[in-house]
Protein backbone atom coordinates (compact mmCIF):
# COMPACT_ATOMS: atom_id res chain seq x y z
CA UNK A 1 0.00 0.00 0.00
CA UNK A 2 2.96 2.58 0.85
CA UNK A 3 4.83 1.91 -2.40
CA UNK A 4 0.99 2.74 -4.24
CA UNK A 5 1.00 5.79 -2.36
CA UNK A 6 4.26 6.80 -2.99
CA UNK A 7 3.90 5.95 -6.37
CA UNK A 8 1.02 8.53 -7.01
CA UNK A 9 3.18 10.78 -5.36
CA UNK A 10 3.65 12.76 -7.53
CA UNK A 11 5.84 15.39 -9.29
CA UNK A 12 4.93 18.90 -10.89
CA UNK A 13 6.86 20.55 -7.92
CA UNK A 14 6.59 24.78 -8.49
CA UNK A 15 8.96 26.22 -6.09
CA UNK A 16 8.22 29.80 -5.76
CA UNK A 17 10.41 32.25 -3.83
CA UNK A 18 7.96 34.65 -1.88
CA UNK A 19 10.34 37.27 -0.34
CA UNK A 20 9.05 40.11 0.65
CA UNK A 21 9.41 42.60 3.69
CA UNK A 22 6.90 44.63 5.51
CA UNK A 23 4.06 44.85 8.09
CA UNK A 24 4.52 41.31 9.61
CA UNK A 25 0.99 39.61 10.57
CA UNK A 26 0.94 36.64 13.56
CA UNK A 27 -0.12 33.51 12.12
CA UNK A 28 -4.06 33.04 12.53
CA UNK A 29 -4.61 36.69 11.94
CA UNK A 30 -8.18 37.95 9.99
CA UNK A 31 -7.22 40.48 6.87
CA UNK A 32 -10.23 41.91 4.81
CA UNK A 33 -9.98 42.24 1.44
CA UNK A 34 -12.25 44.46 -1.00
CA UNK A 35 -10.58 45.05 -4.41
CA UNK A 36 -9.42 43.24 -7.34
CA UNK A 37 -6.17 42.19 -4.87
CA UNK A 38 -4.40 42.38 -1.42
CA UNK A 39 -1.33 42.01 -0.36
CA UNK A 40 -0.55 39.89 2.75
CA UNK A 41 2.77 39.76 4.35
CA UNK A 42 3.51 36.39 6.82
CA UNK A 43 7.13 36.64 8.10
CA UNK A 44 8.51 38.34 4.83
CA UNK A 45 6.24 36.04 2.68
CA UNK A 46 4.15 38.44 -0.18
CA UNK A 47 0.84 36.40 -1.40
CA UNK A 48 -1.43 38.17 -3.62
CA UNK A 49 -4.96 36.58 -4.03
CA UNK A 50 -7.53 37.71 -6.66
CA UNK A 51 -11.10 38.04 -4.76
CA UNK A 52 -13.91 39.01 -6.80
CA UNK A 53 -15.60 40.22 -3.70
CA UNK A 54 -15.29 41.40 -0.20
CA UNK A 55 -14.27 38.11 1.51
CA UNK A 56 -11.96 36.88 4.71
CA UNK A 57 -8.68 35.50 4.14
CA UNK A 58 -6.87 33.71 7.26
CA UNK A 59 -3.02 33.87 7.53
CA UNK A 60 -1.36 30.30 7.06
CA UNK A 61 0.82 29.27 9.83
CA UNK A 62 3.73 26.92 9.18
CA UNK A 63 3.42 24.15 6.72
CA UNK A 64 2.02 21.15 8.02
CA UNK A 65 4.35 17.53 8.08
CA UNK A 66 4.10 16.11 4.65
CA UNK A 67 5.90 13.28 3.58
CA UNK A 68 7.96 13.30 0.16
CA UNK A 69 9.24 16.08 -1.92
CA UNK A 70 11.14 16.44 -4.75
CA UNK A 71 14.87 16.65 -4.83
CA UNK A 72 15.51 20.00 -7.33
CA UNK A 73 12.74 21.86 -5.48
CA UNK A 74 14.18 20.81 -2.37
CA UNK A 75 18.04 21.94 -3.30
CA UNK A 76 16.68 25.68 -4.55
CA UNK A 77 14.97 25.89 -1.84
CA UNK A 78 17.70 24.95 0.79
CA UNK A 79 20.14 26.59 -1.42
CA UNK A 80 17.93 30.00 -1.21
CA UNK A 81 17.12 29.55 2.70
CA UNK A 82 21.13 29.43 2.97
CA UNK A 83 21.52 32.61 0.56
CA UNK A 84 19.54 34.54 2.84
CA UNK A 85 15.97 34.04 1.69
CA UNK A 86 13.22 35.16 4.37
CA UNK A 87 10.30 33.01 2.68
CA UNK A 88 10.41 29.93 0.39
CA UNK A 89 6.90 28.16 -0.68
CA UNK A 90 7.07 24.90 -2.32
CA UNK A 91 3.84 24.50 -4.78
CA UNK A 92 2.52 21.05 -5.44
CA UNK A 93 -0.30 20.23 -7.89
CA UNK A 94 -0.63 17.02 -6.13
CA UNK A 95 -1.81 15.26 -2.55
CA UNK A 96 2.04 13.87 -1.78
CA UNK A 97 5.46 15.04 -2.73
CA UNK A 98 8.26 13.43 -4.05
CA UNK A 99 8.11 13.60 -7.68
CA UNK A 100 10.39 10.72 -9.74
CA UNK A 101 12.99 10.68 -6.73
CA UNK A 102 10.37 9.02 -4.17
CA UNK A 103 10.24 6.34 -6.76
CA UNK A 104 13.75 5.63 -7.51
CA UNK A 105 16.61 4.17 -6.03
CA UNK A 106 18.08 7.47 -5.64
CA UNK A 107 21.84 6.72 -7.01
CA UNK A 108 24.08 9.84 -7.88
CA UNK A 109 26.94 9.92 -10.00
CA UNK A 110 29.70 12.89 -8.48
CA UNK A 111 33.09 12.94 -9.99
CA UNK A 112 35.87 13.25 -7.08
CA UNK A 113 33.53 12.21 -4.27
CA UNK A 114 35.03 11.87 -0.77
CA UNK A 115 33.72 7.77 -1.18
CA UNK A 116 35.91 7.58 -4.11
CA UNK A 117 38.48 9.29 -2.41
CA UNK A 118 38.23 6.84 0.41
CA UNK A 119 38.62 3.52 -1.60
CA UNK A 120 41.19 4.67 -3.70
CA UNK A 121 39.30 5.60 -7.06
CA UNK A 122 40.78 8.38 -9.30
CA UNK A 123 38.55 10.37 -10.80
CA UNK A 124 38.16 13.99 -12.51
CA UNK A 125 34.95 16.04 -13.70
CA UNK A 126 36.92 16.45 -16.99
CA UNK A 127 37.05 12.34 -16.86
CA UNK A 128 33.10 12.88 -16.33
CA UNK A 129 32.51 15.73 -18.61
CA UNK A 130 34.36 13.31 -21.70
CA UNK A 131 31.77 10.37 -21.12
CA UNK A 132 28.73 12.34 -21.03
CA UNK A 133 29.79 14.06 -23.89
CA UNK A 134 30.46 10.66 -25.47
CA UNK A 135 26.81 9.64 -24.43
CA UNK A 136 25.07 12.73 -25.60
CA UNK A 137 26.12 12.05 -29.19
CA UNK A 138 26.66 15.62 -30.05
CA UNK A 139 23.20 17.03 -28.33
CA UNK A 140 24.52 18.29 -24.96
CA UNK A 141 24.75 21.72 -24.30
CA UNK A 142 28.48 21.86 -23.59
CA UNK A 143 28.25 24.76 -21.18
CA UNK A 144 25.62 22.75 -19.47
CA UNK A 145 27.16 19.43 -19.12
CA UNK A 146 30.61 21.13 -17.87
CA UNK A 147 28.49 23.06 -14.99
CA UNK A 148 27.15 19.61 -14.22
CA UNK A 149 30.35 17.86 -13.40
CA UNK A 150 32.19 20.75 -12.32
CA UNK A 151 29.80 21.51 -9.40
CA UNK A 152 29.07 18.02 -8.73
CA UNK A 153 31.14 17.86 -5.23
CA UNK A 154 30.02 20.46 -4.31
CA UNK A 155 26.13 20.09 -4.74
CA UNK A 156 26.68 16.38 -3.30
CA UNK A 157 28.17 18.28 -0.09
CA UNK A 158 25.58 20.50 0.06
CA UNK A 159 22.83 17.17 0.48
CA UNK A 160 25.12 15.93 2.63
CA UNK A 161 25.19 19.02 4.96
CA UNK A 162 21.75 19.38 5.08
CA UNK A 163 20.92 15.51 5.88
CA UNK A 164 21.49 12.60 2.65
CA UNK A 165 22.75 9.77 4.22
CA UNK A 166 24.97 7.31 1.37
CA UNK A 167 26.19 4.29 1.83
CA UNK A 168 29.98 3.52 1.57
CA UNK A 169 28.90 1.64 -1.62
CA UNK A 170 30.73 3.03 -4.97
CA UNK A 171 29.44 1.75 -8.68
CA UNK A 172 30.29 1.76 -12.12
CA UNK A 173 27.54 2.84 -13.79
CA UNK A 174 26.71 1.68 -18.12
CA UNK A 175 28.37 4.25 -20.08
CA UNK A 176 31.13 5.47 -17.54
CA UNK A 177 34.74 4.78 -17.15
CA UNK A 178 34.80 4.16 -13.75
CA UNK A 179 33.15 3.49 -10.50
CA UNK A 180 31.12 7.00 -9.33
CA UNK A 181 27.91 5.81 -8.72
CA UNK A 182 26.67 6.38 -5.06
CA UNK A 183 23.73 4.60 -3.61
CA UNK A 184 22.01 6.69 -0.77
CA UNK A 185 20.09 4.70 2.18
CA UNK A 186 18.02 2.15 0.88
CA UNK A 187 16.51 4.41 -1.92
CA UNK A 188 16.00 7.98 -2.94
CA UNK A 189 12.97 8.42 -0.44
CA UNK A 190 14.74 7.90 2.61
CA UNK A 191 18.46 8.72 1.71
CA UNK A 192 17.38 11.80 -0.28
CA UNK A 193 14.19 13.38 0.19
CA UNK A 194 12.99 12.55 3.91
CA UNK A 195 15.94 14.02 5.18
CA UNK A 196 16.50 17.43 3.10
CA UNK A 197 12.33 17.55 3.73
CA UNK A 198 13.22 17.54 6.85
CA UNK A 199 15.94 20.39 7.15
CA UNK A 200 13.74 22.09 4.73
CA UNK A 201 11.07 22.68 7.17
CA UNK A 202 13.04 23.47 9.73
CA UNK A 203 14.78 26.01 8.26
CA UNK A 204 11.67 27.92 7.59
CA UNK A 205 10.34 26.73 4.37
CA UNK A 206 6.53 25.76 3.87
CA UNK A 207 4.79 23.64 1.14
CA UNK A 208 1.41 23.95 -0.30
CA UNK A 209 -0.55 20.45 -1.54
CA UNK A 210 -2.94 19.81 -3.61
CA UNK A 211 -2.18 23.75 -5.14
CA UNK A 212 -1.83 23.90 -9.12
CA UNK A 213 0.48 26.02 -11.00
CA UNK A 214 -1.68 27.61 -13.94
CA UNK A 215 0.26 29.76 -15.84
CA UNK A 216 3.13 32.45 -14.78
CA UNK A 217 2.58 35.91 -13.84
CA UNK A 218 4.80 38.23 -15.77
CA UNK A 219 4.74 42.16 -15.98
CA UNK A 220 5.00 44.37 -18.71
CA UNK A 221 8.69 44.29 -18.83
CA UNK A 222 8.36 40.33 -19.20
CA UNK A 223 10.20 39.75 -15.85
CA UNK A 224 8.01 36.96 -13.92
CA UNK A 225 6.57 38.46 -10.85
CA UNK A 226 4.24 35.50 -9.33
CA UNK A 227 2.03 32.54 -10.20
CA UNK A 228 -1.46 31.79 -11.16
CA UNK A 229 -2.63 29.04 -9.49
CA UNK A 230 -5.56 26.83 -7.61
CA UNK A 231 -5.72 25.86 -4.14
CA UNK A 232 -7.56 22.53 -3.19
CA UNK A 233 -6.91 20.94 -6.66
CA UNK A 234 -7.18 17.23 -6.89
CA UNK A 235 -5.47 15.46 -9.68
CA UNK A 236 -8.28 13.47 -11.71
CA UNK A 237 -6.58 9.74 -12.94
CA UNK A 238 -9.86 9.09 -14.99
CA UNK A 239 -9.73 12.17 -17.27
CA UNK A 240 -7.83 11.48 -20.48
CA UNK A 241 -6.21 14.78 -19.85
CA UNK A 242 -5.90 16.03 -16.20
CA UNK A 243 -4.05 19.17 -17.28
CA UNK A 244 -6.74 20.21 -19.66
CA UNK A 245 -9.57 18.81 -18.80
CA UNK A 246 -9.63 19.06 -14.62
CA UNK A 247 -11.11 22.34 -13.22
CA UNK A 248 -11.34 21.60 -9.55
CA UNK A 249 -9.29 23.95 -7.10
CA UNK A 250 -9.99 28.03 -6.58
CA UNK A 251 -7.64 30.34 -8.01
CA UNK A 252 -4.96 31.99 -5.90
CA UNK A 253 -2.08 34.38 -6.58
CA UNK A 254 1.02 33.88 -5.29
CA UNK A 255 3.60 37.12 -5.64
CA UNK A 256 7.72 36.41 -6.10
CA UNK A 257 9.46 39.27 -5.25
CA UNK A 258 12.72 37.67 -6.37
CA UNK A 259 11.65 34.90 -8.49
CA UNK A 260 10.58 31.38 -9.52
CA UNK A 261 12.14 28.06 -9.93
CA UNK A 262 10.29 25.66 -11.63
CA UNK A 263 10.97 22.18 -10.72
CA UNK A 264 8.45 20.52 -12.48
CA UNK A 265 9.61 17.84 -13.64
CA UNK A 266 9.05 15.97 -16.94
CA UNK A 267 5.79 14.27 -18.79
CA UNK A 268 6.46 10.37 -19.42
CA UNK A 269 2.98 9.42 -18.27
CA UNK A 270 1.01 12.46 -20.17
CA UNK A 271 0.53 10.11 -22.63
CA UNK A 272 -1.17 12.21 -25.04
CA UNK A 273 1.17 14.69 -25.30
CA UNK A 274 4.31 12.02 -25.39
CA UNK A 275 2.77 10.57 -28.45
CA UNK A 276 2.60 14.36 -30.06
CA UNK A 277 6.40 14.04 -29.87
CA UNK A 278 7.25 10.37 -30.18
CA UNK A 279 4.04 8.62 -31.83
CA UNK A 280 6.23 5.32 -32.47
CA UNK A 281 5.92 4.64 -28.65
CA UNK A 282 1.87 5.72 -28.36
CA UNK A 283 1.47 2.38 -25.48
CA UNK A 284 5.20 2.60 -24.26
CA UNK A 285 5.31 1.49 -20.06
CA UNK A 286 6.57 3.68 -18.00
CA UNK A 287 7.00 3.77 -14.25
CA UNK A 288 6.45 7.13 -13.25
CA UNK A 289 3.38 8.16 -11.49
CA UNK A 290 0.37 9.80 -13.00
CA UNK A 291 1.38 12.86 -12.17
CA UNK A 292 4.16 13.41 -14.48
CA UNK A 293 2.46 14.83 -16.64
CA UNK A 294 3.34 18.19 -19.02
CA UNK A 295 1.83 20.99 -17.05
CA UNK A 296 5.46 21.97 -16.21
CA UNK A 297 6.36 22.10 -19.34
CA UNK A 298 2.98 23.87 -20.76
CA UNK A 299 4.19 26.23 -18.08
CA UNK A 300 7.17 27.13 -18.91
CA UNK A 301 5.85 27.57 -22.59
CA UNK A 302 3.33 29.63 -22.11
CA UNK A 303 5.58 32.23 -20.36
CA UNK A 304 8.09 32.55 -23.17
CA UNK A 305 10.52 29.80 -22.56
CA UNK A 306 12.79 28.04 -25.15
CA UNK A 307 11.56 24.67 -24.90
CA UNK A 308 14.34 22.10 -26.92
CA UNK A 309 15.06 18.43 -27.58
CA UNK A 310 10.95 17.05 -26.93
CA UNK A 311 12.09 14.30 -29.50
CA UNK A 312 14.75 13.14 -27.80
CA UNK A 313 13.62 9.97 -25.12
CA UNK A 314 15.81 7.51 -22.58
CA UNK A 315 14.99 4.30 -23.05
CA UNK A 316 15.46 2.29 -19.69
CA UNK A 317 13.97 -1.22 -18.19
CA UNK A 318 13.54 -1.78 -14.74
CA UNK A 319 17.32 -3.38 -14.60
CA UNK A 320 18.95 -1.61 -16.91
CA UNK A 321 22.32 -2.36 -15.45
CA UNK A 322 22.10 -6.19 -14.86
CA UNK A 323 19.76 -7.32 -17.60
CA UNK A 324 23.04 -7.17 -19.87
CA UNK A 325 24.74 -9.70 -17.71
CA UNK A 326 22.31 -12.54 -19.12
CA UNK A 327 20.94 -14.64 -22.16
CA UNK A 328 18.11 -12.05 -24.02
CA UNK A 329 15.31 -14.32 -24.90
CA UNK A 330 11.85 -13.50 -26.80
CA UNK A 331 9.63 -15.78 -24.30
CA UNK A 332 7.22 -17.02 -26.87
CA UNK A 333 10.07 -18.64 -29.27
CA UNK A 334 12.95 -18.82 -26.54
CA UNK A 335 15.18 -17.47 -28.92
CA UNK A 336 17.61 -14.57 -28.71
CA UNK A 337 16.62 -11.31 -30.32
CA UNK A 338 19.45 -8.99 -29.55
CA UNK A 339 22.86 -8.50 -28.34
CA UNK A 340 22.32 -8.32 -24.84
CA UNK A 341 25.58 -5.62 -24.10
CA UNK A 342 24.49 -3.39 -27.45
CA UNK A 343 23.36 -0.09 -26.75
CA UNK A 344 20.50 1.55 -24.72
CA UNK A 345 18.13 2.32 -27.70
CA UNK A 346 19.03 -0.36 -29.93
CA UNK A 347 18.23 -2.66 -27.31
CA UNK A 348 14.79 -0.75 -26.37
CA UNK A 349 13.77 -0.96 -30.15
CA UNK A 350 14.89 -4.88 -30.04
CA UNK A 351 12.61 -5.41 -27.21
CA UNK A 352 10.02 -2.98 -28.25
CA UNK A 353 9.39 -4.77 -31.46
CA UNK A 354 9.07 -7.87 -29.93
CA UNK A 355 6.51 -7.14 -27.47
CA UNK A 356 4.56 -6.21 -30.52
CA UNK A 357 5.42 -9.28 -32.10
CA UNK A 358 4.33 -11.39 -29.20
CA UNK A 359 1.42 -10.71 -27.50
CA UNK A 360 3.16 -8.00 -25.45
CA UNK A 361 4.97 -10.86 -23.85
CA UNK A 362 7.87 -9.10 -22.02
CA UNK A 363 11.12 -10.44 -23.31
CA UNK A 364 13.16 -11.92 -20.43
CA UNK A 365 17.24 -12.07 -19.66
CA UNK A 366 18.08 -15.31 -17.87
CA UNK A 367 21.15 -15.06 -15.53
CA UNK A 368 22.56 -18.18 -13.59
CA UNK A 369 24.47 -18.15 -10.67
CA UNK A 370 27.99 -17.33 -11.65
CA UNK A 371 26.70 -14.15 -13.84
CA UNK A 372 24.28 -13.07 -10.43
CA UNK A 373 27.62 -12.49 -8.76
CA UNK A 374 28.75 -10.39 -11.32
CA UNK A 375 25.57 -7.60 -10.66
CA UNK A 376 27.44 -4.95 -8.83
CA UNK A 377 24.11 -3.42 -6.94
CA UNK A 378 22.26 -6.82 -5.25
CA UNK A 379 20.64 -4.18 -3.61
CA UNK A 380 19.06 -2.92 -6.57
CA UNK A 381 18.16 -6.57 -7.92
CA UNK A 382 16.26 -7.46 -4.19
CA UNK A 383 14.00 -4.57 -4.71
CA UNK A 384 13.68 -5.43 -8.20
CA UNK A 385 12.80 -9.10 -7.09
CA UNK A 386 10.72 -7.32 -4.51
CA UNK A 387 8.56 -5.54 -7.30
CA UNK A 388 8.17 -8.60 -9.56
CA UNK A 389 10.71 -7.66 -11.81
CA UNK A 390 13.20 -10.69 -11.17
CA UNK A 391 12.21 -14.23 -10.30
CA UNK A 392 14.77 -17.00 -9.30
CA UNK A 393 14.53 -20.69 -9.83
CA UNK A 394 16.66 -23.60 -9.54
CA UNK A 395 16.19 -24.88 -12.86
CA UNK A 396 16.36 -23.91 -16.22
CA UNK A 397 12.75 -26.40 -16.85
CA UNK A 398 11.12 -24.35 -14.05
CA UNK A 399 12.04 -21.28 -15.35
CA UNK A 400 10.54 -22.35 -18.87
CA UNK A 401 7.33 -23.50 -17.19
CA UNK A 402 6.97 -20.27 -15.19
CA UNK A 403 6.83 -18.04 -18.37
CA UNK A 404 5.63 -20.60 -20.70
CA UNK A 405 8.20 -20.94 -22.91
CA UNK A 406 8.56 -23.55 -24.88
CA UNK A 407 11.44 -25.60 -22.94
CA UNK A 408 13.07 -27.36 -26.40
CA UNK A 409 13.39 -24.05 -28.00
CA UNK A 410 15.06 -22.62 -24.69
CA UNK A 411 17.38 -25.26 -24.13
CA UNK A 412 19.13 -25.16 -27.75
CA UNK A 413 19.04 -21.01 -27.71
CA UNK A 414 21.63 -22.22 -23.95
CA UNK A 415 23.57 -24.66 -25.94
CA UNK A 416 23.99 -22.38 -29.09
CA UNK A 417 25.19 -19.40 -26.51
CA UNK A 418 27.12 -21.61 -24.12
CA UNK A 419 29.36 -22.75 -27.16
CA UNK A 420 29.98 -19.31 -28.48
CA UNK A 421 30.74 -18.46 -25.07
CA UNK A 422 32.98 -20.73 -24.75
CA UNK A 423 34.80 -20.44 -27.76
CA UNK A 424 34.73 -16.25 -27.08
CA UNK A 425 32.65 -15.39 -30.23
CA UNK A 426 28.95 -14.37 -31.02
CA UNK A 427 28.25 -15.16 -34.24
CA UNK A 428 24.61 -14.31 -33.99
CA UNK A 429 24.47 -10.73 -32.49
CA UNK A 430 28.21 -9.99 -31.72
CA UNK A 431 28.23 -9.68 -28.00
CA UNK A 432 31.27 -9.43 -25.86
CA UNK A 433 31.50 -12.39 -24.37
CA UNK A 434 35.07 -11.07 -22.34
CA UNK A 435 33.32 -8.47 -20.89
CA UNK A 436 31.09 -11.24 -18.34
CA UNK A 437 34.27 -13.53 -18.31
CA UNK A 438 32.74 -15.76 -21.01
CA UNK A 439 29.81 -16.40 -18.70
CA UNK A 440 27.76 -19.48 -19.96
CA UNK A 441 24.18 -20.19 -18.89
CA UNK A 442 24.88 -23.26 -17.02
CA UNK A 443 24.77 -23.44 -13.45
CA UNK A 444 21.68 -22.67 -11.09
CA UNK A 445 19.83 -20.99 -9.87
CA UNK A 446 18.66 -18.79 -12.73
CA UNK A 447 17.10 -15.05 -12.51
CA UNK A 448 14.73 -13.89 -14.77
CA UNK A 449 15.06 -10.46 -15.53
CA UNK A 450 12.58 -9.02 -17.39
CA UNK A 451 13.54 -6.55 -19.95
CA UNK A 452 10.31 -4.21 -20.17
CA UNK A 453 10.84 -0.74 -22.31
CA UNK A 454 10.18 1.94 -20.57
CA UNK A 455 10.07 5.22 -20.57
CA UNK A 456 11.47 7.07 -17.09
CA UNK A 457 12.78 10.46 -18.06
CA UNK A 458 11.73 13.55 -20.48
CA UNK A 459 15.08 14.44 -22.29
CA UNK A 460 12.96 17.77 -23.62
CA UNK A 461 12.34 20.45 -21.60
CA UNK A 462 13.42 24.11 -20.63
CA UNK A 463 16.96 25.62 -22.33
CA UNK A 464 18.75 27.41 -19.33
CA UNK A 465 21.77 28.83 -18.67
CA UNK A 466 24.68 27.85 -16.09
CA UNK A 467 23.54 29.93 -13.85
CA UNK A 468 20.07 28.12 -14.06
CA UNK A 469 18.27 30.97 -15.84
CA UNK A 470 15.50 29.60 -18.31
CA UNK A 471 16.49 30.94 -21.84
CA UNK A 472 13.27 33.15 -24.64
CA UNK A 473 12.56 31.78 -26.72
CA UNK A 474 11.84 35.40 -28.18
CA UNK A 475 16.09 36.47 -27.86
CA UNK A 476 17.66 34.20 -26.06
CA UNK A 477 18.24 36.19 -23.25
CA UNK A 478 17.25 34.65 -19.69
CA UNK A 479 13.72 36.17 -18.41
CA UNK A 480 13.91 38.15 -16.10
CA UNK A 481 13.16 36.53 -12.86
CA UNK A 482 12.58 32.50 -14.00
CA UNK A 483 14.71 29.93 -13.15
CA UNK A 484 14.52 26.04 -13.65
CA UNK A 485 16.27 22.53 -12.66
CA UNK A 486 15.68 19.18 -13.04
CA UNK A 487 13.94 17.62 -15.45
CA UNK A 488 11.85 20.30 -16.48
CA UNK A 489 14.72 21.31 -18.25
CA UNK A 490 17.12 19.90 -21.17
CA UNK A 491 19.76 20.30 -23.21
CA UNK A 492 22.35 18.72 -20.05
CA UNK A 493 22.47 15.09 -21.08
CA UNK A 494 22.06 15.35 -24.84
CA UNK A 495 20.68 12.38 -26.65
CA UNK A 496 21.37 9.90 -23.39
CA UNK A 497 21.46 10.47 -19.75
CA UNK A 498 23.48 8.05 -18.05
CA UNK A 499 23.16 6.76 -14.46
CA UNK A 500 23.09 8.58 -11.63
CA UNK A 501 23.11 11.78 -13.66
CA UNK A 502 19.20 12.90 -12.92
CA UNK A 503 19.84 13.44 -9.27
CA UNK A 504 23.05 15.06 -9.74
CA UNK A 505 21.21 17.44 -12.57
CA UNK A 506 18.69 18.15 -9.62
CA UNK A 507 21.46 18.81 -6.86
CA UNK A 508 23.49 20.84 -8.69
CA UNK A 509 20.98 22.97 -10.71
CA UNK A 510 18.68 23.23 -7.56
CA UNK A 511 21.29 24.72 -5.46
CA UNK A 512 21.92 27.15 -8.27
CA UNK A 513 18.94 28.38 -9.30
CA UNK A 514 18.74 29.09 -5.41
CA UNK A 515 22.01 30.82 -4.76
CA UNK A 516 21.27 32.39 -8.07
CA UNK A 517 17.88 33.68 -7.68
CA UNK A 518 18.88 35.60 -4.48
CA UNK A 519 22.39 37.21 -6.28
Known amino acids: HAKRQIAKAQVHQLLVLLLGRGRQHRPGAVVHAVHDGVELVLDGRAVLVSVGERIQLRLLAQAHDFLRQGLAAFAAGLSALESGAKGVVLLEKMGM ?4 TAISNGTI ?5 PLQKAQGIEDSPQAMLEDLLKAGKGFCHPELTRTLVENGTEAFDFIVRNGAKFKDTVMKPGGMRTKRLLQPDYNGATGLLQPLRET ?4 GGQIRLCCRADRLIQDAGGRVVG ?21 SGKPVRYRARRG ?6 GFEADRAFRSQELPQFDGAFTTEHPGATASGYRLLAGAGA ?11 FPCTDEQPLGMM ?7 RFVREDGERIPVFQAASRVLASNGRRTPLSILDADAYELVENKHRMEKNAGAGYVTRHETLEELAAHYGIPEEALKATVAEYNGMAEAGKDTAFGRDFAATRNNKVDRGPFYAVMVKPNLTYSLGGALITPKAEVVSVLDGAPIPGLYAAGEATSGVHGAMRLGGCAILDCCVFGMLAGRNVMA
Open 97 to 100: IGGS
Open 109 to 113: SVPGS
Open 200 to 203: FLAK
Open 227 to 247: VAARTDYHFDTRLASDDTQNA
Open 260 to 265: VICCTG
Open 306 to 316: RMIQGALYRPA
Open 329 to 335: IDPATGK
